[in-house]
């Protein structure tokens, strides 16, 4: 097995096995750096030794087994005392702990690092690098921000965590109202990059992350049956994870909502994620953030085509949301909508009001060439979908994009 092999092999195991290498040290060290760098550390071993040694038979274990004595050491080299020398020894044992509120070790660091004594941006970065395993790079992507600028704020989160001497423990029911907001929004974005991964070196859509991001979204809500958010959350994802296999063309391509076939979405998972929609809105209570997009996922899974879909609901319910989540990519989804109800002329105007906040972004520039491209102004259209094909990571989309442009002839 060449290098470069076992660095494929390794980068798929990093997105497998390092939020669990991670959870699992911090909940023996109860220190988010040792568990970090020890991780790293392992990583770094197995491509040195993988490939004269071969892989192991269990590429997971054998990396948290090397990471775990790489955090050993480092214990010891930083505590002369007799009494922390025991400790880390005893950790060789792997002594099991109690398991408490929450009997899920990701789920213990993730309510960890959304403590509120970090800020809401601050805790979901944290979360998305040391239990998510998305890069610095990823969460960037995620956050509209700069990879250094995103760096920086999470070095500042983990030094605070140590300063404040945050302990990694699991918390008790009064806590979780405190946290859940954050921990939510950790969930979404991890469910998010598995749905449509920024990166181009990973699939387009990842299994792994949307697969984990609803079975803790489930914990979740075994753990808070009457809030809101959390079946709201988890019935967007489901909804969303009901197209998944419709998402993606053989050949690698991005299928967009109007082009899919519909007979292959998961008509277990639209059941119930519209029965929880529909639970949610039998309570009276006014929606939340999640509750509404799941809503305006239901509608759409509810139609039997695009030209079938009930637009002016999702108008309407984009209006509750703008009032909730004032941003530009909620406004840009709205008129995406608008399109369809009102005409693209109507949305592109609405669309080039977002110019100066996301210039950056990819999805606004290729909403941009496709309005332009319905309204007959190719060679616009053209400029437009080269910038989203410029700024775009997902292979799966920029795929798609290309093709577009290139039928504009």
């Not at 020894?89 to 789920?107: F, N």
Request: contains cysteine; hydrophobic residues 45%.
């Amino acid at each position: 097995m060449s290098v470069t092999d076992v660095r494929e092999a390794i980068s798929r195991a990093h997105h497998e096995e390092w939020a669990r290498v991670v959870a699992a040290l911090t909940g023996r060290f109860g220190d988010l750096d040792i568990a970090e760098e020890a991780a790293a550390e392992a990583f770094a071993t197995a491509v040195e030794r993988w490939p004269a040694d071969g892989v192991p038979p269990n590429p997971g274990a054998w990396l948290t087994t090397t990471a775990r004595r790489k955090a050993i050491d480092r214990v010891r080299r930083e505590n002369k005392r007799v009494d922390k020398q025991k400790e880390a020894q005893l950790m060789y044992d792997d002594p099991p702990e109690p398991p408490g509120l929450i009997d899920d070790e990701r789920l213990r660091l993730i309510f960890t690092c959304c403590h509120p004594a970090l800020a809401m941006e601050t805790r979901v970065a944290l979360t998305l690098r040391m239990v998510g395993g998305l890069t610095a790079t990823e969460i960037a992507r995620a956050f509209l921000v700069q990879e250094t600028a995103m760096g920086q704020r999470i070095t500042r989160a983990k030094a605070k965590i140590k300063a404040a001497r945050i302990p990694y423990r699991v918390p008790s029911a009064a806590d979780l109202p405190a946290r859940v907001s954050g921990v939510l929004a950790v969930l979404y974005l991890v469910f998010n990059e598995g749905y449509l991964a920024t990166g181009p070196d990973t699939d387009p859509v990842r299994h792994d992350l949307t697969a984990e991001a609803i079975r803790l979204t489930r914990l979740i809500r075994a753990l808070m049956p009457q809030d809101g958010e959390v079946a709201g959350l988890l019935a967007l994802m489901l909804l969303i994870e009901a197209r998944r296999t419709a998402r993606v063309s053989g050949s690698g391509e991005l299928i967009a909502l109007d082009e899919q076939d519909r007979g292959a979405w998961d008509a277990a998972l639209i059941t119930e994620g519209h029965r929880l929609v529909r639970e949610r809105l039998a309570t009276g209570a006014a929606p939340g953030r999640y509750q509404i997009l799941a809503a305006i996922n239901a509608v759409h899974t509810s139609a039997r085509g695009v030209r079938d879909t009930d637009w002016s609901q999702v108008v309407a319910l984009y209006d509750q949301l703008v009032r909730l989540d004032p941003s530009p990519i909620v406004a840009l989804n709205r008129a995406i909508a608008v399109a369809e109800l009102d005409g693209p002329q109507v949305a592109l105007a609405a669309v080039d009001r977002l110019e100066d906040k996301l210039a950056g972004y990819h999805a606004y520039h290729a909403t941009r060439a496709d309005l332009l491209r319905r309204l007959g102004y190719g060679q616009q259209s053209r400029a437009a979908y080269d910038k989203a094909i410029d700024l775009a990571g997902n292979t799966a989309e920029i795929t798609y994009l290309t093709r577009r442009r290139d039928q504009l002839g």
